[in-house]
């Protein structure tokens, strides 16, 4: 079992940055792709971005692309979303989650899931 612990959500101003961090334990996500989706108020889940699990490989929603960056460090089963250029439409529960198998894109991909932390970027 993999527990995923987010943090790093806080209130910050359109044009800002904010670092998430995606830590785990109970096992080590090594071996996992790795993904972020969030979610606003209302609205469904959405993918954001994902990882392979040696890293070599991202891949990104295109509301995001050029400002989101996804990376991992493997030795502290730690999973980073670097967020700049936010935008108050990014504003939202950002979630961690450890690939099963299939799509990168979908939810029902992942096996494992945290709990979230809120991002909200005023204007």
């Known amino acids: 079992q993999v527990q995923l612990v987010e943090s790093g959500g806080k209130l910050v101003q359109a044009g800002g940055s904010l670092r998430l961090s995606c830590a785990a334990s109970?096992?080590?996500?090594?071996?996992?792709?790795m993904g972020w989706f969030h979610q606003a108020p209302g609205k469904e889940r959405e993918f954001v971005a994902a990882?392979?699990?040696?890293?070599?490989?991202?891949y990104y929603a295109d509301s995001v692309k050029g400002r989101f960056t996804i990376s991992r460090d493997n030795a502290k089963d730690t999973v980073y979303l670097e967020m700049n250029s936010l935008k108050p439409e990014d504003t939202a529960v950002y979630y961690c989650?450890?690939?099963?198998?299939?799509?990168?894109?979908?939810?029902?991909?992942?096996?494992?899931w945290g709990q979230g932390t809120q991002v909200t970027v005023s204007s």
């Open positions: 989650a450890a690939h099963r198998s299939g799509s990168y894109y979908t939810g029902r991909s992942y096996a494992y």
């Open positions: 990882i392979s699990w040696r890293g070599g490989n991202t």
């Open positions: 109970g096992r080590t996500i090594s071996s996992y792709a």
